[in-house]
T-cell receptor, first 113, second 113 residues
């Protein structure tokens, strides 16, 4: 069990650019969640997958955001036309099912110049 | 939706003292309450959790209590050590279904040697 892995750890980009983050969940965890965390706040839910199916999206997830989990293993989160307000830590978590604890990765910190 | 309030926002103690962090929740259907510890530059790490059919749970120096009637739960850390210094988050969720936790805003615990 190597834990949830997220890449890159840090991303600095100019406003208007597109960025993509990757999450590798714990092996055989069916559930995968994306969260956003800003300074002084707890994680805020963005979206989640049950295997390859994206089952729910938060209203925080604007149409500039898209997430995929094509084979039910790793997931990607893409932000198009980044804005200053997108600067945050993006966290990924996984769990075996809907009754077991979620385990988080160390996140990708996004900074928009 | 669920609302989780967490207090205090900052807690400063001397090494060896006890620390208590309190959370309240609003949705009486919530039945799972995890606590996470987040160190600087890392993702939240699950340290203990409690389900609604249990009133108290202990794991070495850490304990969590739950009062379903009052809709509040607390984290107790005894014999605090400098390495306990971190931000602690409580969360409330409903297992099964989407299983999306709502997090408190966090408590920054500082343990002075």
């Amino acid at each position: 069990d190597t834990g949830v892995s997220q890449n890159p750890r840090h991303k600095i980009t100019k406003r208007g650019q597109n960025v993509t983050f990757r999450c590798d969940p714990i092996s055989e965890h069916n559930r995968l969640y994306w969260y956003r965390q800003t300074l002084g706040q707890g994680p805020e839910f963005l979206t989640y997958f049950q295997n390859e199916a994206q089952l729910e999206k938060s209203r925080l997830l604007s149409d500039r955001f898209s997430a995929e989990r094509p084979k039910g293993s790793f997931s990607t989160l893409e932000i198009q036309r980044t804005e200053q307000g997108d600067s945050a830590m993006y966290l990924c978590a996984s769990s075996p099912d809907s009754n077991q604890p979620q385990h988080f990765g160390d996140g990708t910190r996004l900074s928009i110049l | 939706g669920e609302n989780v309030e967490q207090h205090p926002s900052t807690l400063s103690v001397q090494e060896g003292d006890s620390a208590v962090i309190k959370c309240t929740y609003s949705d009486s259907a919530s039945n799972y309450f995890p606590w996470y510890k987040q160190e600087l530059g890392k993702g939240p790490q699950l340290i203990i959790d409690i389900r609604s059919n249990v009133g108290e749970k202990k794991d070495q120096r850490i304990a969590v209590t739950l009062n379903k009637t009052a809709k509040h739960f607390s984290l107790h850390i005894t014999e605090t050590q400098p390495e306990d210094s971190a931000v602690y988050f409580c969360a409330a969720s409903i297992t099964g279904g989407s299983y999306i936790p709502t997090f408190g805003r966090g408590t920054s615990l500082i343990v002075h040697p």
